[in-house]
């Protein structure tokens, strides 16, 4: 099975780490974030990875071309001129009918699997992973009617919505409602879908997600990572690296970065 992680972002949200190294690269613990997506997607059965890259690619494949990964085959594609979020998948070769695509910049568990037999059993185009979160007002909340009367009042309420977890599931068929030679996000190609009648459907998952992209959202990621690695790692016991002990993978990670800058 196909998978397409995004990386080629500048990470802007979390200068000064990013001006040295990309964010997807940051550690969490001693292993950097595109190591804990490429094990789990591995973990799933996604044996064939591609990786978008534009800002300092050199470094992604520095560490990954130096990190053993068992039968998982890796490729990589370069933006000349950045893309956008969807653009690049239209470049990308060989393509499966459905394949998934994600940010390599967050941390989740979500069950790979059971999103991609949705998609499947409901004939989607295009299938995005959706996760709750809720904001707490800290006033009282007046809505006002329109002769300018008190229409409703409530004390502090907490107020939920739907986001998008920067994981999608995408049908072959979909890249060509892609524009050629233009910049195009994921956002403009789910609503392409859906105007062009074509079946998008949402995958709902109170899994743990954390998308990294202020400090303290690294911050929060970096922690609950380090507290439970089996958490997010099923291999935590073995790692794609088996062969190479804990200390000499350290010693790789410090190579790949060095050879790199």
């Known amino acids: 099975m196909l998978a397409v992680i995004l990386a080629g972002g500048k990470g802007t949200r979390l ?3 990013t001006m040295t190294i990309p964010k997807p690269l940051l550690p969490l613990g001693d292993i950097p974030i595109i190591e804990v997506v490429v094990r789990q997607l591995a973990s799933s059965g996604f044996n064939d990875i591609h990786l978008t890259l534009g800002h300092m690619k050199h470094m992604f494949t520095a560490y990954l071309d130096n990190v053993p990964n068992k039968g998982i085959n890796i490729r990589y594609s370069v933006e ?3 893309l956008g979020t969807a653009a690049p998948l239209k ?3 060989n393509l499966e009918d459905d394949f998934l695509v994600m940010n390599g910049d967050l941390l989740t568990t979500i069950d790979f699997g059971q999103m991609l037999k949705l998609h499947k059993e409901k004939g ?3 299938t995005i992973a ?3 979160r809720e ?3 800290d006033y009282g909340v007046v809505e006002v009617d329109s ?7 409530t004390e502090k309420p907490t107020i939920p919505y739907n986001v998008s977890m920067g994981i999608n599931i995408l049908s072959k068929q979909c890249l060509d409602l892609i524009p050629e030679g233009q910049r195009f996000d994921m956002p403009d190609l789910l609503l392409a879908v859906r105007e062009a009648g074509k079946p998008v459907v949402c995958y709902e998952t109170d899994c743990y997600w954390q998308d990294i992209g202020r400090f303290s959202d690294y ?3 970096s922690k609950d990572f380090v507290q439970n690695p089996g958490r997010f790692l099923s291999d935590t016991g073995e790692n794609h690296g088996d062969s190479v002990d804990h200390g000499e993978q350290r010693v790789l990670r410090t190579v790949a970065f060095k050879a790199a800058a």
Do not use: R
């Open 15 to 17: 200068k000064p780490f």
């Open 80 to 82: 000349k001129t950045p």
């Open 91 to 93: 470049l990308l070769p």
């Open 124 to 126: 989607a185009w295009a």
């Open 130 to 132: 959706v996760h709750k």
């Open 135 to 137: 904001v707490n007002i």
């Open 147 to 153: 002769d300018g009367g008190l229409h409703s009042f």
């Open 219 to 221: 911050e929060q990621a």
